[in-house]
């Protein structure tokens, strides 16, 4: 019996991750610029935004390049879906208190 052929998914999921990923870096710049000068805490929130966003940029492509030949993808795992999840959320929470203290 032969392995399924996931044909484009994988990509696709790839893609989705990496513009994901790219929004996430744009937040921690706007975060870092909104700070400048001005407030130390946003731009520690800037700082700490980037640095996690361009983790997950690694991360996914390291888990794409680990799984590429698997037949259940990992980029759909579980404990992936939750930790971009929480950090989502960590930078919603973190654009919110840059637009309330503005």
């Known amino acids: 019996m032969s392995t399924p052929d996931p044909g484009l ?8 991750w990496r513009r994901t990923s790219l929004g ?6 706007l975060l870092l610029a909104s700070g400048h000068g001005s407030s130390e805490v946003r731009t520690g929130f800037g700082i700490v935004v980037l640095v996690l966003s361009l983790g997950c940029w690694a991360a996914v492509s390291a888990v794409y390049r680990h799984s590429r030949g698997a037949s259940v993808h990992a980029l759909g795992h579980d404990r992936v879906l939750r930790i971009a999840a929480g950090l989502v959320l ?3 929470l973190f654009d919110l208190y840059a637009v309330v203290t503005h």
């Open 9 to 16: 998914q994988p990509e696709r999921t790839l893609l989705a």
């Open 24 to 29: 996430l870096v744009t937040n921690g710049i």
């Open 90 to 92: 960590l930078v919603g």
